[in-house]
């Protein structure tokens, strides 16, 4: 069977749904005012609130929220358990929870003065609940960190084979040519910065122009120098003479995290975040494309089994586990994050919240199906293959289709994929260093220091642990993370509704909330609920027959996870049982 068909279908399925349930629907539910003020046009400051044009902002926020996320779950979900499970949660979950979710913290925030969700929290159940979601919150970044560390240093250290049209093998990427490149390309964003920085302090010339051209000769030429980078990392492969080169690198890499989380954002941040954008758009046009003509010629066949079963031995049973590894791409609470954050200061008008909020979730579930179709070309016999490996070699397959030469594709794809994963980690980071500062109110250096020092002690504590599976052999750290990790991002947007929805019943009278919000938020936290407490009797067990120790880590943090978010379920459903008018405002929404 063809690929083509299959993913026009679902890419049918998501271009409904935004004009009929994203604008007919959830958009009628929140009663979008165009003409209400928005905190943009409030306090607009040149800084943090700007109105924006709606186009702009999509691009600004899809890249914020789409990075390695949506590309690693689907891929490992579709291992585990066959392409057309992950394929339904995928279409069905984004349309209904994960665009709802985008949009509700997008609107949500709007409405009362740009805040976060947290402080939506705050105002509406109570500071004990605002405590306990930070802490949630905090948990959540620290397994993003731990997962997305460990698949970068395997990927530095592993192979991808390419294969020629026959289905021969024609040479190899190597990982430590992916290490090269990836070093290489953090040095041409800190040097991109610094020109860019240095063009801003020489001021305007006489004409006022010349700036502006330099800047974009800046910008082109680094986009052409990444060519130079992705060849130079396969002729110059960086490895390293150690017995554990994957242990290593995870520790090298949370390192360079702790450096980029402090250094100020016009150095690496943001130009880096162009760079990284122009991988995003590249891999989600050429992909496409290639996809597209790859069918219409007859080629890229469906060859990976659609139904694995429904249990996997190293990571669960189907239901609850597919639900959070597939988390990007389906619904994700670091987007509430991102809606909340930076793109509610920035929306111009409430009627430009669908197509940012509602319409980019739904681009994001395009590149997950992107994603997905690079497992569901895989030959059967790959079933082992690391997420990494599998996405080089489908984006090399498609963008192929293109005339791109393969072996230069595939290491475009790997590159990518390092790429989309720095993007991550090092903003986590910086993310999980200011909420412990907001936290504990340390503003100096020091507080920078130590809060940036408790973020990365975790993850350093996690990858340094081996855990083993039924068969005795040891698991990938971020499989076993994994699972976790995805049920504390899935949990985090189910309080995230919670929050949202208590606001909507209590303070809006909103009774169709009950439907719209209510029940997402009621699936998401069963399911992610579920696999933490499955998670929890396993470590038990696996404590019971000697296998594990009491200590590990992967066993408290669940339960961490599990305590902080059923308190704060409870401190929701006691501000919900109160009598109507007992709970009194505590600031006015600015719809109001």
């Given at each position: 069977?063809a690929?083509?068909?299959?993913l026009?279908?679902?890419?049918?399925?998501?271009?409904?749904?935004?004009?009929l349930?994203?604008?007919?629907?959830?958009?009628r539910?929140?009663?979008?005012?165009?003409?209400?003020?928005?905190?943009?046009?409030?306090?607009?400051?040149?800084?943090?609130?700007?109105?924006?044009?709606?186009?702009?902002?999509?691009?600004?926020?899809?890249?914020?929220?789409?990075?390695?996320?949506?590309?690693?779950?689907?891929?490992?979900?579709?291992?585990?358990?066959?392409?057309?499970?992950?394929?339904?949660?995928?279409?069905?979950?984004c349309?209904?929870?994960?665009?709802?979710?985008?949009?509700?913290?997008?609107?949500?925030s709007?409405?009362?003065?740009?805040?976060?969700?947290?402080?939506?929290?705050?105002?509406?159940?109570?500071?004990?609940?605002?405590y306990?979601?930070?802490?949630?919150?905090?948990?959540?970044?620290?397994y993003?960190?731990?997962?997305?560390?460990?698949?970068?240093?395997r990927?530095?250290?592993?192979?991808?084979?390419?294969?020629?049209?026959?289905?021969e093998?024609?040479?190899?990427?190597?990982?430590?040519?992916?290490?090269?490149?990836?070093?290489?390309?953090?040095?041409?964003g800190?040097?991109l910065?610094?020109?860019?920085?240095?063009?801003?302090?020489a001021?305007?010339?006489?004409?006022?122009?010349?700036?502006?051209?330099?800047?974009?000769?800046?910008?082109?030429?680094?986009?052409?120098?990444?060519?130079?980078?992705?060849?130079?990392?396969?002729?110059?492969?960086?490895?390293?003479?150690?017995?554990?080169?994957?242990?290593v690198?995870s520790y090298?890499?949370l390192?360079?995290?702790?450096?980029?989380?402090?250094?100020p954002?016009?150095?690496l941040?943001?130009?880096?975040?162009f760079?990284?954008?122009?991988?995003?758009?590249?891999?989600?046009?050429?992909?496409?494309?290639?996809?597209?003509?790859?069918?219409?010629?007859?080629?890229?066949?469906?060859?990976?089994?659609?139904?694995?079963?429904?249990?996997?031995?190293?990571?669960?049973?189907?239901?609850p586990?597919?639900?959070?590894?597939?988390?990007?791409?389906a619904?994700?609470?670091f987007?509430?994050?991102?809606?909340?954050?930076?793109?509610?200061k920035?929306?111009r008008?409430?009627?430009?919240?669908?197509?940012?909020?509602?319409?980019g979730?739904?681009?994001?579930?395009?590149?997950?199906?992107?994603?997905?179709?690079?497992?569901?070309?895989?030959?059967?016999?790959?079933?082992g293959?690391?997420?990494?490996?599998?996405?080089?070699?489908g984006?090399?397959q498609?963008?192929?289709?293109?005339?791109?030469?393969?072996?230069?594709?595939?290491?475009?794809?790997?590159?990518?994929?390092?790429?989309?994963?720095?993007d991550?980690?090092?903003?986590?980071?910086?993310?999980?260093r200011?909420?412990?500062?907001?936290?504990?109110?340390?503003?100096?250096l020091?507080?920078?220091?130590?809060?940036?020092?408790?973020?990365?002690?975790?993850?350093?504590?996690?990858?340094?642990?081996?855990?083993?599976?039924?068969?005795?052999?040891?698991i990938?750290?971020?499989?076993?993370?994994?699972?976790?990790?995805?049920?504390?991002?899935?949990?985090l947007?189910?309080?995230?509704?919670?929050?949202?929805f208590v606001?909507?019943?209590?303070?809006?009278?909103?009774?169709?909330?009950?439907?719209l919000?209510?029940?997402?938020?009621?699936?998401?936290?069963?399911?992610?609920?579920s696999?933490?407490?499955?998670t929890?009797?396993?470590?038990?067990v696996?404590?019971?027959?000697?296998?594990?120790?009491?200590?590990?880590?992967?066993?408290?943090?669940?339960?961490?996870?599990?305590?902080?978010?059923?308190?704060?379920?409870?401190?929701?459903?006691?501000v919900?049982?109160r009598p109507?008018?007992?709970?009194?405002?505590?600031?006015?929404?600015?719809?109001?």
């Amino acid at each position: 069977m063809a690929l083509l068909p299959i993913l026009l279908i679902c890419l049918t399925a998501l271009g409904l749904a935004y004009v009929l349930y994203g604008k007919l629907v959830v958009s009628r539910f929140y009663r979008l005012d165009c003409h209400a003020p928005t905190p943009a046009t409030l306090y607009q400051d040149g800084l943090d609130y700007v109105p924006t044009n709606r186009f702009y902002l999509l691009a600004q926020h899809f890249s914020a929220i789409s990075a390695a996320g949506p590309i690693f779950g689907p891929i490992i979900a579709g291992l585990m358990f066959g392409w057309l499970p992950a394929l339904l949660w995928i279409v069905l979950g984004c349309i209904f929870i994960g665009a709802v979710h985008d949009f509700s913290t997008l609107v949500g925030s709007v409405r009362h003065r740009g805040s976060s969700v947290a402080e939506v929290v705050r105002l509406h159940i109570g500071p004990r609940a605002f405590y306990l979601f930070l802490g949630y919150i905090w948990l959540s970044l620290v397994y993003v960190l731990t997962a997305f560390t460990d698949v970068t240093a395997r990927a530095f250290t592993g192979t991808v084979p390419i294969f020629g049209p026959g289905g021969e093998q024609i040479g190899t990427v190597l990982g430590a040519g992916t290490a090269s490149s990836s070093v290489m390309y953090l040095g041409l964003g800190i040097l991109l910065g610094t020109a860019l920085k240095l063009l801003e302090r020489a001021g305007p010339t006489v004409d006022g122009r010349r700036p502006l051209v330099l800047r974009q000769v800046l910008l082109l030429g680094s986009l052409l120098l990444v060519g130079v980078v992705i060849w130079a990392g396969q002729s110059l492969p960086l490895s390293l003479p150690v017995d554990e080169p994957v242990r290593v690198w995870s520790y090298v890499i949370l390192a360079y995290c702790g450096v980029a989380s402090v250094l100020p954002v016009w150095l690496l941040l943001q130009p880096r975040g162009f760079l990284g954008g122009a991988f995003l758009y590249t891999i989600l046009l050429g992909g496409l494309v290639g996809v597209l003509l790859g069918g219409a010629q007859g080629g890229l066949t469906l060859q990976y089994p659609s139904y694995l079963g429904f249990s996997n031995e190293r990571i669960g049973p189907l239901v609850p586990f597919l639900f959070i590894t597939i988390a990007c791409g389906a619904c994700s609470g670091f987007h509430g994050m991102v809606s909340s954050g930076t793109t509610s200061k920035q929306l111009r008008c409430e009627c430009d919240a669908p197509l940012v909020g509602y319409g980019g979730m739904l681009l994001e579930g395009v590149i997950a199906l992107l994603a997905l179709a690079c497992v569901m070309i895989l030959a059967p016999t790959t079933k082992g293959a690391n997420p990494d490996a599998v996405f080089a070699a489908g984006i090399g397959q498609f963008l192929s289709v293109l005339g791109v030469p393969l072996s230069f594709a595939v290491s475009f794809g790997m590159l990518a994929f390092a790429t989309f994963v720095f993007d991550t980690i090092d903003v986590t980071t910086r993310l999980g260093r200011y909420l412990l500062q907001e936290l504990f109110g340390w503003k100096t250096l020091a507080g920078k220091t130590l809060a940036t020092l408790l973020t990365l002690c975790v993850p350093a504590v996690l990858l340094g642990f081996t855990v083993t599976g039924p068969d005795g052999k040891p698991i990938p750290a971020y499989l076993s993370i994994w699972p976790v990790f995805g049920a504390s991002n899935q949990l985090l947007a189910a309080l995230s509704l919670l929050g949202l929805f208590v606001w909507l019943v209590r303070r809006e009278h909103q009774r169709w909330a009950v439907f719209l919000v209510g029940v997402p938020m009621a699936f998401m936290m069963t399911m992610t609920l579920s696999a933490l407490f499955f998670t929890i009797q396993k470590w038990i067990v696996a404590v019971t027959n000697g296998t594990r120790t009491l200590f590990d880590p992967v066993g408290i943090a669940s339960t961490c996870l599990v305590v902080l978010a059923v308190g704060m379920i409870l401190e929701g459903v006691a501000v919900l049982r109160r009598p109507w008018g007992v709970t009194p405002r505590l600031e006015p929404d600015l719809a109001q």
